[in-house]
């Protein structure tokens, strides 16, 4: 009888699979529960990436600045984009990190169940914590590569050339979570739809790079005239993070409370539904993956 009292009183909740469950049923609390295995999967997601490769972490470096040049030449020189009088390597290197952010939360989760099938198929943990731990590494990378912006910041800053708005720098977290909500819903999304359809992990890239030119990413959003394209570009979700984003940074953007209330209201449905899906399909997706 005492060990049977041990037991329970070491054992403060117990776990029900079952196939069976309501559609919002989110098991959230589950979910922080297993926090620690996601911080796990957080360490192992960044350090993978970069194991085996040449110049390691270094790439954290020298894909944004690589890919930032290359911009400032292509869009600020040959096609002449003007960047607000920002200049125009620190209004790249600031818009690539932040899509970068972004970009990496879709494509990581969009292949939640094929890349970890063997693991899923083997021993039974919240599905979601993959997803969030994603979410949680590309936030690393975005530190790491943000180190760098701010070199450059603080260069300009002693010449004058750029004048954040230090106030709107207390909102940088809100655009983390917005764009890393989006990112896990979009993403967990697609990765539920791959389970039966492997020709759609082929379009993430794709479609995730023809985002970017939907998005003020090479451009600023003034260089839009009013009209039709300008409010359809505002509708677009991730517009209005990036340009609060680059207001608080670089002094120059476009705030749209409006549109910004869209844009949340189109993150949150989009998470929502893709933890819902996410849910369900993780019941049999074994049988199709």
Request: glycine letters at 6%.
């Amino acid at each position: 009888m005492n060990n049977e009292a041990t037991v329970q009183k070491s054992t403060p909740y117990h776990i029900h699979i079952s196939s069976n469950h309501k559609w919002f049923d989110l098991k959230l609390k589950e979910v922080f529960r297993y926090r620690d295995l996601i911080w796990l999967f957080t360490k192992r997601s960044f350090v993978v990436r970069y194991k085996q490769t040449i110049l390691g972490p270094a790439w954290l470096f020298l894909n944004p600045f690589i890919t930032s040049i290359i911009y400032t030449i292509v869009f600020g020189k040959v096609a002449g984009i003007g960047t607000e009088g920002i200049p125009k390597i620190l209004f790249y290197m600031c818009s690539n990190a932040i899509w970068v952010y972004f970009s990496t939360c879709v494509t990581q989760n969009a292949t939640t169940f094929t890349a970890n099938a063997n693991v899923f198929g083997k021993v039974y943990f919240p599905r979601l914590t993959t997803p969030i731990s994603n979410v949680l590494s590309a936030i690393i990378q975005f530190g790491v590569q943000m180190s760098l912006v701010l070199a450059f910041l603080c260069f300009y800053l002693i010449k004058g050339e750029v004048h954040p708005n230090w106030w709107a720098c207390l909102l940088m977290p809100i655009v983390l979570i917005h764009l890393g909500l989006l990112g896990l819903g979009v993403g967990i999304i697609v990765s539920s739809m791959t389970t039966k359809y492997r020709d759609l992990s082929i379009l993430v890239g794709f479609g995730v790079q023809l985002w970017m030119y939907a998005t003020p990413i090479v451009y600023p959003l003034s260089q839009l005239k009013e009209g039709p394209f300008r409010h359809l570009m505002l509708i677009n979700p991730v517009t209005a993070p990036v340009e609060i984003f680059r207001y608080a940074l670089l002094g120059q953007g476009t705030i749209d409370v409006p549109f910004t209330i869209v844009s949340w209201m189109i993150t949150l449905l989009v998470t929502l539904f893709g933890i819902i899906i996410f849910n369900k399909v993780e019941r049999t997706f074994m049988d199709t993956v």
